[in-house]
């Protein structure tokens, strides 16, 4: 009788709780996978890499500094690691910077959760996972480098849809941004279906990136 492979180990360092647990889960769900750790900032970070993991899936935007300083480390320490960004930066500058300093892939947030553990597979088989949108993003820059600056959307968002759209890109679900609003679910779901049509989108994480692009939210990087 043969015996089992061992899961591959992933370790999670990301600040917001909720896409935190969310990973987490996405993680124990899968039977090849095990959560290895857990941390929200660069320092706890750092614990994690005593574990040695397999895989480590981290943020940019944490509270003491950029995510781009522990990919470094990661991978100075730890040759053989895989890791995944998962972040609201999905411009040329922040996927590169990431991409130079180690990083294999890289994930915006809001993705699917089948697209996150589809994510953690191909790098693990020594393939390099980015969100289409990215992917589109840097060919565009690529091939327009020398060209005007990106215009914003022809139809700006209301205060309203950027509130929702902010929270939604932090990860919390349309029952949580209602009771922040004192709105409905179901009036949260017309305010995402005018920000698709605004931004020519169709899905959260493509709406995230092109209005972080436009600057219509920001978030401290």
Not at 89 to 116: C, M, N, Q, T, W
Not at 150 to 162: A, C, D, G, N, V
Not at 199 to 210: D, G, I, K, P, Y
């Amino acid at each position: 009788m043969s015996q089992a492979s061992p899961r591959a180990r992933v370790a999670i360092v990301e600040d917001d709780a909720i896409l935190r647990e969310d990973l987490a889960r996405i993680v124990t769900q899968a039977e090849e996978l095990e959560v290895a750790g857990m941390a929200e900032s660069l320092a706890a970070g750092r614990d994690l890499l005593a574990a040695n993991p397999d895989v480590l899936l981290i943020d940019l935007a944490l509270p003491d500094g950029n995510g781009v300083e522990l990919i470094g480390e990661a991978r100075a320490q730890h040759s053989g690691i895989k890791i995944i960004v998962v972040s609201i930066f999905g411009d040329a500058h922040s996927v590169v910077r990431a991409i130079e300093a180690g990083a294999d892939g890289y994930l915006l947030k809001g993705a699917d959760p089948v697209e996150a553990a589809s994510a953690i597979r191909v790098v693990l088989q020594g393939g390099a996972p980015i969100s289409p949108a990215v992917a589109s993003h840097i060919l565009m820059r690529m091939r327009n480098r020398r060209g005007a600056a990106r215009e914003e959307p022809s139809t700006p968002l209301t205060e309203k849809e950027i509130a929702v759209l902010t929270d939604l890109a932090k990860g919390f679900r349309y029952k949580e941004v209602a009771r922040l609003h004192a709105i409905s679910p179901h009036t949260v779901a017309d305010h995402v279906k005018s920000i698709y049509r605004k931004l020519a989108v169709n899905s959260r994480s493509e709406a995230v990136f092109e209005a972080v692009q436009a600057g219509l939210i920001r978030f401290k990087e």
